[in-house]
């Protein structure tokens, strides 16, 4: 198939990467002339420009730019004449509001999307091939989206290795406020807190290891996409963090009245629970 990629950055050049290794023909969109000719070089896409003219041929398009760039670059690609039989679908994080602004008005053939995967870094230069493999991938059609728009992105998703679902818009910005968003703002408060102690910053900085790494990955991640997922899905961020804080004033209450039993067993509950969020 021909295939559009608008966003040649993590996720846009990973996805090139994986369908090009699948015999598809790729056409790249980048914001910056040298994105499109490293990705070139880097054998990410087959051609590539900064117009979205060059989509004229395509059958479908993955829109991979920040999540407040996926309308507009959506108006463009209706401005220039791109066929509205070709099926567009996105990467964002967040759906429910993109959904809602592009679906059915602006592009009928859209069908939203989010992999559920990522990196600490951003940018073309750390795009690799199976990012996608075995991470969920979820896709969230509307009453009005086509159904023949949908199983086309269904089959190009399984076609990556990934675990497809499909929910609605509303649902999956609720669900990933609790795995997704909110652990950027939690790892993203851990990070601050360890900051203001001064006099141990410097011993702590040394003596950080797995446990530090794993807990900052999120929060030291892209800087641009976490304030995103922060706007555009604020009603349920705001839910997850308000209950959130609830539960870290609960451990703080049984610590002040060193409840050392009533911890032991949270975190026995949390254990076993952590299970069913990953395969551990
Ligand atoms: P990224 O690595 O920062 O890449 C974004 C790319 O978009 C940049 O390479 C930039 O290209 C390009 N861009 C910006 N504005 C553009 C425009 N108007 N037209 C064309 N290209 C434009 O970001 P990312 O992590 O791949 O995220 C991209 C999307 O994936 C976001 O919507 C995000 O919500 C979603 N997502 C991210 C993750 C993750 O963990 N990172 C996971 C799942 C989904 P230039 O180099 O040309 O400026």
Not at 104 to 129: C, D, Q, T
Not at 148 to 170: F, Q
Request: aromatic fraction near 6%; include cysteine.
């Amino acid at each position: 198939m021909n295939i559009g990629i608008v966003g040649l950055g993590l996720i846009g050049g990973s996805l090139g990467l994986d369908l090009r290794s699948l015999d598809h023909h790729i056409l790249g969109v980048s914001r910056q002339e040298q994105t499109w000719q490293r990705a070139k070089e880097l054998q990410t896409i087959d051609a590539g420009s900064v117009n979205v003219e060059i989509l004229k041929d395509a059958e479908i398009i993955f829109i991979c730019t920040p999540i407040d760039k996926i309308e507009p670059e959506i108006k463009k690609i209706k401005e220039c004449g791109v066929s509205e039989k070709v099926i567009i679908t996105d990467v964002g994080s967040v759906k429910k509001e993109i959904v809602d602004r592009i679906a059915p008005e602006l592009w009928r053939n859209f069908v939203g999307g989010h992999p559920m995967a990522g990196k600490a870094e951003s940018g073309l230069e750390v795009a690799e091939r199976n990012l996608f493999v075995d991470k969920p991938y979820v896709i969230t059609p509307v009453e009005t989206t086509p159904n023949e728009a949908i199983l086309v992105v269904e089959e190009i998703v399984r076609s990556l290795g990934a675990k497809l679902y499909r929910c609605s818009p509303e649902a999956h910005d609720r669900a990933v406020a609790w795995i997704s968003h909110l652990p950027v703002m939690v790892s993203g408060s851990l990070i601050a807190a360890c900051q203001t102690d001064r006099e141990s910053l410097e011993l702590a900085q040394k003596l950080a290891s797995s446990g530090f790494r794993d807990t900052s990955r999120v929060g030291g991640g892209n800087p641009q996409l976490g304030a995103m997922m922060a706007k555009y899905n604020r009603a349920e961020l705001l839910r997850s963090l308000y209950q959130y804080r609830q539960n870290l004033d609960w451990f703080i209450d049984r610590i002040e009245q060193k409840d050392w039993e009533a911890i032991e067993q949270q975190l026995q509950k949390n254990n076993q629970a952590r299970t069913k969020f990953l395969e551990v």
